[in-house]
């Protein structure tokens, strides 16, 4: 029973980062297959939905992601994790990679 309490809280402190570390940021990769975009014109942001996520975006961020939907690429996207309601999972875009290999 000692060795159980003497690694206790090494055990709560890796189980706490790995949770942490999924929370702080989350990706996306793939062809993005549903795309909507809703502006707000008191804002520079824009609301982006691909797949299951609904996501704020730069107006650059949402411009790539655009094409990306016309052109079939694939894309990388980065983004922090927000709380929201109704519709999650919800975050802000922090990067868009699109793959070259997609590219003519």
Do not use: W
Not at 2 to 11: K, N
Request: proline share 7%.
């Amino acid at each position: 029973m000692s060795t159980f309490r003497q690694y206790l809280p090494t055990l709560a402190m890796l189980l706490l980062a790995s949770f942490s570390g999924t929370a702080l940021a989350d990706s996306f990769s793939g062809k993005i297959t549903n795309y909507q975009i809703y502006s707000n014109t008191n804002s520079d942001n824009y609301s982006v939905k691909i797949g299951p996520y609904t996501l704020t975006a730069a107006r650059a961020n949402a411009e790539l992601l655009r094409e990306a939907f016309f052109r079939k690429l694939t894309v990388s996207v980065n983004f922090s994790p927000t709380a929201c309601f109704p519709t999650p999972p919800c975050g802000h875009i922090s990067s868009v990679t699109v793959q070259s290999f997609d590219l003519p």
